[in-house]
């Protein structure tokens, strides 16, 4: 589809508009905050005009910027670690492959079996990646019963190996 037809009939220029939705879906702003950032700049828009703009921008934007993400390797590294996020403890849960490029990430309170299967999910079905061969975690023990319970409902391959090594998945937190 051609930026002309995407754009027509529309009371700001497409430029406005694709950077309008970038911000929201790339920084935490609400439609209120784009809303002022945009009056900073002299635009007056209305936080539901934005609201329209993501919803019919969105999944484009997605769909034409997906197939440039960096293929992933097929040896995955797997840490959690508790940050501070807006002033609440929370496990941040990050899988990188063997050169250090980054599969995924989860945010959970929690930090059991339950948060690593939703993270594995999660992390399987991004499609910018490269089915595991394996995947390196340290001692946590809920990696294991995550993985068994994924395998056992079919939404993690059979062929994946899960290596339990302290120090070997040290590359997650250098980048």
Do not use: C
Not at 66 to 71: D, S
């Amino acid at each position: 589809m051609e930026k002309r037809n995407l754009f027509k009939w529309k009371h700001y220029h497409h430029d406005i508009i694709l950077q309008t939705v970038r911000w929201y879906l790339r920084y935490n702003l609400s439609f209120r905050d784009l809303v002022e950032m945009m009056e900073e700049r002299g635009l007056f828009v209305a936080h539901t005009t934005i609201m329209r703009w993501v919803h019919q921008y969105g999944p484009e934007l997605d769909k034409r910027i997906r197939r440039h993400l960096k293929q992933t390797n097929d040896s995955w590294r797997v840490d959690e670690t508790y940050i501070k996020v807006k002033s609440q403890w929370m496990y941040l849960y990050r899988a990188v492959d063997s050169k250090g490029n980054t599969i995924d990430f989860y945010l959970s309170k929690a930090r059991n079996h339950k948060a690593a299967k939703r993270f594995f999910k999660k992390a399987l079905q991004s499609f910018h990646i490269s089915e595991p061969r394996v995947v390196t975690v340290d001692k946590n023990p809920a990696y294991p019963i995550a993985v068994e319970e994924l395998r056992k409902e079919q939404k993690m391959p059979l062929g994946i190996q899960l290596r339990q090594v302290k120090y070997l998945n040290n590359i997650v937190s250098v980048y």
